[in-house]
């Protein structure tokens, strides 16, 4: 079955300011949906509350996956059932290396009695970096610790590559990226794009969507979503910025900030 993402009314909190007014998007598999618009519009936090991080609260509305409610679900099982999130700020964390990391996030996401065997893992891991142009030496670093800015988002796509996972949110993966890395990136993308698989790619910028051609565009101010269309739609922020959309909507200030 193809897979079926839902996002219905969506509100989300935190310290109780709310951020998310109330989102809609519909996600079917094959499809690729970017979310574009000005700095502090919630564009990360829609990620987060998606993948269950515990500073954001949802408030309302719903997230179904193939017809299972994400919000009833703790962090793991939305990772365990398909959700993946390439994170804006990829954190590091010391002492755990890149390969032993892959290896347990593979395994949480398998289930108990199904893990990957070393072997096999290893071939895949390679197989993968390979496709990504990274050096093999990065499965020993400390997971993204000292990594530039590109090498991270790198890392955070080959996680998407070997995690298989059913919803893919990439936020803002083409920012840092050398003119290469966004190629060598896009293609990776590109490669995993079944009808088992939707993706939902925050970006800033049009050129990410040169090489991943959304099937939606939506533009996302004070919370919500103000505007959805097609590719154009992201041509057309690229040359004109978000203005003519401000003065569309009557809007002032697109952030989510004190006002309502
Ligand atoms: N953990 C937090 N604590 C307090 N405020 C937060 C927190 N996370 C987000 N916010 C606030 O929520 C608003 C939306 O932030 P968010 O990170 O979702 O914006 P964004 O659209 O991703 O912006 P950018 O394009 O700059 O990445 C901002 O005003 C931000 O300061
Ligand atoms: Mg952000």
């Not at 951020?19 to 000005?38: C, F, R, S, Y």
């Not at 269950?52 to 193939?66: F, Q, R, S």
């Not at 979503?225 to 203005?243: H, N, Q």
Request: charged share 30%; hydrophobic share 40%; no cysteine.
């Amino acid at each position: 079955m193809a897979t079926h993402f839902v996002i219905e009314g969506l509100k989300a909190t935190i310290e109780e300011k709310e951020i998310l007014k109330g989102i809609d998007i519909e996600i079917k598999g094959g499809e690729v949906h970017a979310i574009m618009g000005p700095n502090g519009t919630g564009k990360s936090t829609l990620a987060s509350a998606l993948m269950g991080h515990p500073k954001y609260e949802v408030t309302e509305g719903k997230a179904l996956l193939d017809g299972e409610d994400l919000l009833e679900m703790e962090v793991d099982e939305r990772a365990r059932a398909g959700m993946f999130l390439a994170m804006q700020y990829p954190s590091e964390i010391a002492g755990v290396t890149n390969s032993d990391f892959l290896r347990s996030a593979i395994n949480a996401r398998r289930g108990e009695g199904n893990e990957v065997s070393l072997i096999k893992f290893i071939r895949q891991m390679e197989g993968k970096m390979k496709e990504l142009e990274m050096n093999p030496e990065f499965a020993h670093r400390y997971l993204n610790e000292g990594f530039s800015g590109g090498e991270k988002k790198r890392n955070e796509i080959l996680q998407m590559m070997l995690l298989d996972p059913k919803i893919v949110i990439l936020d803002e993966v083409d920012s840092g990226l050398d003119i290469d890395a966004l190629r060598i990136v896009a293609e990776g993308v590109n490669t995993m794009r079944t009808e088992d698989r939707g993706f939902l790619i925050i970006t800033h910028y049009q050129r990410l969507l040169n090489y991943v051609k959304p099937d939606f565009v939506h533009v996302m101010m004070q919370g919500r979503i103000v505007k959805s269309g097609g590719p154009e739609l992201a041509e057309r922020l690229e040359k004109d910025g978000y203005d003519w959309i401000k003065e569309e909507l009557g809007i002032v200030d697109e952030t989510v900030g004190e006002q309502v």
